[in-house]
């Protein structure tokens, strides 16, 4: 503790050069901070994706063509179903063609909820429930588009209805967030059979069912049973969790993890070679005071301490800094994946590093402090 | 003319002095490499990208959705074709008849070779397979597929990228065996493509209407003609995009995400490594006080000391910007990488060279500029007089 304004002081000494070290490596610890964030923030979303929600969709073409909705009664009857939910997908768009509003189409029935990861308020569920016209939104079009609850909103889309419109409109009776992270924020959830009812074509499809699994151990197993429903049927079914949808969307992105990896590891070389230059020249400039210091008794064990300290303190500071600010900047950087958020790991990873950092880059001048020969070192000067 | 020769004279002996202040100059010419070498080879993607979506690109084409609609949700009838072909504009073949093919998309499975990771990409029919192969696109294998045969061929890129697409290979498409009877090349891109018939696919699929009519125009100017004709005509509700522009808006949002990651951590870095190269700086001029203080006190202009360690600061930047625009070219260049579905090769081009560049030397010019406003303020008698 006694040592501490002698470390202080020895910090201080050039503050010009001690700032400029500081922002630094602060500000490679803010790029470290988005960018490892981000891929353990993805990585975190994956496993957070829930194992026990299946979903059933057309083994031939997930995106277009349905299943016939007779198949709910017997995904029913499959053991360890808990609950299966029909969802009907189509697109649509407000009031202009870039406007996209992706309708989702679902049944309220009884806990229907449970087999989605919506997060709606108690009373705008049975709000939705109670009117077949009803449509629930992501707060985030609401705001974007200023929607009240009540308002009317008509929807273009391609899908032409009895009266013979492709105008759709709903009554907006509440909002919802989703905590999945596949990507869309414009989503409107309306009544499937209100829908199924006012279609011409395609009545009685759904483009996937949801089914919860009462015990999530048992989802592969539970998703085997329902693949052997339908097979060498016209309408052959896969099932898959959202977590593993949630696992190959991120294989899609693609090598994510060679492009944190290189950019970290081409910043941190560099702060490497930048800190320990620095702290070779800081140690060489204070050769005369090192030495009076051993001259008044410290013991080389001592001083190499006092130099690898200083670095190992102005390093802790400033990658606190800078995995702050980037804690500060992430929401803004995780736009491209919605809804992330900073794993603290990314921090305790970051000090650990920059302890590192400082160990490493100050060895050397410190190791060269604690070598100093007293009388040579003064006769220099 | 008495400060270019200060200036000049000023600057031989910065540089001359270099080899003493390695560590100083090693830093500056790392960070810069560093810097520019993640900078280059970040923007090489969205380079390559759009190199790629534009390439293959014939500018007498035109693409024809639903008004407001785009891909899977684009619908045109068959009556709609029907009128479309006779617009004006259209380039014709030897026969007489227009140069118009429908497309329609059906999701298709492929599987990573090696990973075995899940792909959708669109099963394209066609209604002209003249008009897919037009050159430079050309059979490098097998035969076409024959009509209501259920048969299909794909782009070498395929083979290469998933598993199954063989000569031979047969494939499942809503529950009938398809067969891969040829190989095609597209030109440039490394996307993988797999076309058949347009009326195969929409009885087996129970589909009435085409998602996109692509067609030849007689000459690119001829789009202006065609388009209009296409806006009288209240009853098609169509809406036609040259060929080059449909590609430009396909990658726009793709190319916008690459280009901001890119500039965001090329940015940061640059930061990072300027404080780096100040801190160098200021050390290189402290270690030359008492000869900038000598040289002041003969005559030398303190304006003349200053430009000179700008111009270091610039200099020094030069080696790190060609090492970093280099190492890019070497590590990166035509390396083949598959982000977000999209498959294309990295391109280093000499425009990224460029950009590289002058990133580098403003790093130098904003990193030079304290230090050598230290350089220029050294006071005289304090340097002489110090140790």
Known sequence: MKYLPLIWSGIWRKPGRTILIFLQVSVAFVLFGVLQGMKTGIEHAVQAARPDLLIVHSRQDFIFSGLPLGLLEHLRSVPGVKLVEPVELFGSYYQKPENGMLIIAVRPDRNWTDAFTFNIAPEQVAAFAKSRTAALVTEYAAQKYGWKIGDHIPLVSQVVSKEGSTTWAFDLVGTFTDSDFTPGRYKILVNYDYYDQARVSNTATVNHFNVAVADANQAVSVADAIDRLSLNSSHETKTESIRELAQQQVQQIGDLDFLVHAVVGAVLAALLFGTATMMMQSVRERTPELAVLKTIGFTDHAVFLLVLVEAVVVCIAAAACGLALSTAVFPFAARIVFGLAMPPVTVVVGLALAVALAVVSAALPALRAARLRVVSALADH | ?387
């Open chain 2, 1 to 387: 003319m008495h400060f270019l020769r200060q200036f000049l004279a000023l600057l031989r002996m910065n540089l001359a002095s270099e080899r003493a202040r390695l560590g100083s100059v090693l830093t500056i010419f790392i960070g810069v490499t560093c810097t520019v070498t993640v900078l280059v080879s970040m923007l090489a993607m969205g380079t390559g990208a759009r190199q790629q979506a534009d390439g293959d690109v014939h500018d007498d084409e035109a693409i024809v959705q639903a008004q407001g609609a785009e891909g899977f949700d684009s619908n045109i009838s068959r009556d709609q074709m029907v009128t479309l072909r006779d617009l004006p504009g259209i380039d014709r073949d030897k026969d007489g008849d227009p140069r118009v093919a429908g497309i329609v998309f059906v999701p298709f499975e492929g599987h990573r070779r090696g990973t075995g990771r899940r792909v959708f990409f669109p099963l394209i029919g066609s209604s002209d397979v003249k008009f897919e192969l037009r050159p430079p696109a050309h059979l490098t294998e097998g035969r076409l597929f024959r009509p209501g045969l259920h048969e299909m061929i794909a782009t070498n890129a395929c083979v290469g990228q998933f598993d199954g697409f063989e000569l031979g290979a047969r494939r499942a498409v809503r529950g009938v065996d398809w067969t891969v009877v040829g190989h095609y090349d597209q030109g440039q891109s490394l996307q993988c493509v797999v076309l058949t018939d347009a009326e195969t696919v929409m009885s087996l699929f129970n589909r009435n209407s085409f998602n996109r009519i692509n067609v030849r125009l007689r000459a690119p100017s001829d789009f202006a003609a065609f388009n209009r004709a296409l806006e009288a005509n209240p009853a098609l509700k169509l809406e036609a995009k040259p060929a080059r522009q449909q590609a430009e808006a396909d990658m726009k949002q793709f190319n916008g995400l690459l280009n901001f990651v890119s500039y965001f951590i090329g940015s940061i870095m640059a930061i990072g490594a300027t404080f780096g190269a100040v801190n160098s700086l200021y050390s290189i001029v402290d270690a030359r006080r008492r000869e900038l203080a000598t040289l002041r006190a003969i005559g030398f202009g303190s304006g003349a000391v200053m430009a000179a360690t700008l111009f270091e600061s610039i200099l020094l930047a030069v080696p790190g910007a060609v090492l970093g625009t280099v190492l890019a070219w070497l590590l990166f260049h035509r390396m083949a990488v598959s982000p977000f579905g999209f498959s294309f090769r990295l391109d280093v081009t000499p425009h990224l060279a460029e950009i590289g560049i002058v990133w580098a030397l403003s790093m130098g010019l904003i990193g030079g500029f304290l230090p050598a406003l230290r350089a220029g303020r050294v006071s005289v008698t304090a340097a002489l007089r110090a140790t």
